[in-house]
């Protein structure tokens, strides 16, 4: 587990992520791929779209959040 340094305060950053809450389940917020495209059914189209899971880094002084989404 690397660590990193907050860029504005320069004070070190805890690693988490941000909880997508759904219908009665929670998961990890995703960074997806180009423009969202509103759909009546599901709110935004996510079909064929690239999706990496986001990792949120949080500073325990001023609270600035850096977020990756790494992977494929
Ligand atoms: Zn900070």
């Known amino acids: 587990m690397r660590s990193n340094t907050c860029l504005k305060c320069g004070s070190p950053m805890a ?3 941000v909880v997508d809450n759904g219908y009665g ?3 990890v917020s995703n960074w997806v791929e180009g423009a969202p495209v509103k ?3 599901t709110g935004v189209k996510l079909r064929g779209r690239r999706q990496v899971p986001i990792q949120t ?6 609270g600035y959040l850096e977020s990756y989404a790494r992977g494929q």
């Open 15 to 17: 690693e988490g992520f």
């Open 25 to 27: 389940t929670k998961t």
């Open 39 to 41: 759909s009546f059914w």
């Open 57 to 62: 880094w949080r500073c325990g002084r001023c």
